[in-house]
């Protein structure tokens, strides 16, 4: 097969991120690219001893050693580590092929045939909305031991659709740069520290994270300051602790600037998600002569339901406020993804935006 335009030129970008052919230290055993949020894909590098820590301090909080359904693409860290846990804790794992897409029915019928005292697999939330809406997929899931949803928010709305249906869902939080989740349901995995830097007001502030599973830098950037401070890597991320529960606020780098105030696009997205038409949403900033950027959501609506922009924009100016609200809502089929599933919103930017 020939590599598409867009494809050939991701394969160049990466090959020279991640330094292919080039040297590299006798320590590092895997280098993997990061999802590229902002255009350029760095290469996190692990050694056998971060992977180890990130696989048995999964184990232990998820109750012990099990099998695992691989459902997700084993390039990113979260697809790889459904793999290195199970090899870890010495099983077989099980593959799906997602060549043509995601099948509830097809990873229904892989669930039930996966060996082990314990059973876990890992989901992305539009891999999760496909499971419950098939009954079957469901009560298969619904049978395992464990649940990992992660690589992009949950929204509540989802992730209480899946709780209702018993479901043994664990919400993670973590990237390439930790080998992956290392902070369940907000909480840290054992062996994980959670800080907040320059803090406002309200608690919220950049998250950093310390912990034996952090990688060793980025592959040909020595002196990043992300990892400025050994064993710990600063997130772009905004969070707070509430009670020793970290709370994911939004990105550092997806703020929107409207009017001279700052909108978080992952709050405005979590209210709206509370709209019963709204399957899923993602919220961005498009450029504004007046403004500088105006708030505009981009929606996938529910199966049999009618998007009603007026009603999205008063629900988002009660909770939060008139300047928060979007000046506009598009209704789309399907939102472009990157990554391990994460919303494109360069990719919806520049659809908007022209």
């Not at 996190?44 to 099990?66: D, F, K, M, N, V």
């Not at 772009?236 to 009670?243: A, C, E, P, S, T």
Request: aromatic share 4%; net charge negative; proline share 7%.
């Amino acid at each position: 097969m020939v590599p598409t335009s867009g494809a050939a030129q991701e394969i160049s970008l990466l090959t020279e991120a991640l330094g292919v052919g080039g040297a590299i230290d006798d320590a590092i055993s895997l280098v993997i690219s990061t999802s590229g949020s902002t255009g350029t894909p760095k290469g996190a590098q692990h050694t056998p001893a971060t992977l180890s820590a990130s696989a048995q301090a999964t184990q232990e909080r998820l109750g012990g050693p099990g099998n695992w359904l691989l459902a997700l693409a084993p390039h990113h860290i979260a697809g790889l580590q459904v793999l290195l846990r199970a090899v870890a804790a010495g099983f077989t794992p099980v593959a799906l092929n997602l060549d043509d897409g995601f099948d509830a029915d097809v990873f229904a019928d892989a669930l039930e045939r996966l060996d082990g005292p314990r059973r876990y697999t890992s989901l992305v939330p539009t891999q999760l909305v496909k499971v419950l809406d098939s009954p079957r997929a469901t009560a298969a899931l619904a049978a395992a031991d464990a649940l990992l949803v992660g690589g992009a928010a949950t929204p509540a709305p989802l992730l209480n659709r899946a709780v209702d249906a018993g479901i043994p869902i664990v919400c993670t939080y973590g990237m390439s740069e930790t080998a992956g989740g290392c902070v369940y349901d907000g909480v840290p995995l054992d062996g994980v520290e959670v800080r907040i830097d320059d803090p406002n007001p309200e608690g919220v502030g950049r998250v950093v994270l310390g912990g034996p599973m952090v990688a060793k830098g980025y592959r040909n950037l020595p002196d990043h300051p992300a990892f400025a401070e050994p064993g710990r890597f600063r997130t772009d991320d905004l969070g707070r602790l509430d009670d020793g529960v970290l709370r994911i606020v939004g990105r550092a780098d997806e703020a929107i600037s409207t009017g001279g105030l700052t909108v978080v696009p992952q709050v405005v997205e979590a209210v709206i998600a509370d709209d019963p038409a709204v399957a899923e949403c993602v919220v961005i900033g498009l450029p504004d002569d007046r403004l500088g950027e105006k708030v505009v959501a981009v929606v996938v609506t529910r199966t049999g339901e009618r998007l009603d922009a007026s009603r999205i924009r008063g629900l988002v100016a009660e909770r939060l406020d008139r300047y928060a609200a979007p000046r506009e809502v598009f209704d789309v089929d399907r939102l472009p993804l990157r990554g391990p599933g994460k919303p494109d919103r360069r990719t919806l930017r520049e659809r908007f935006s022209s």
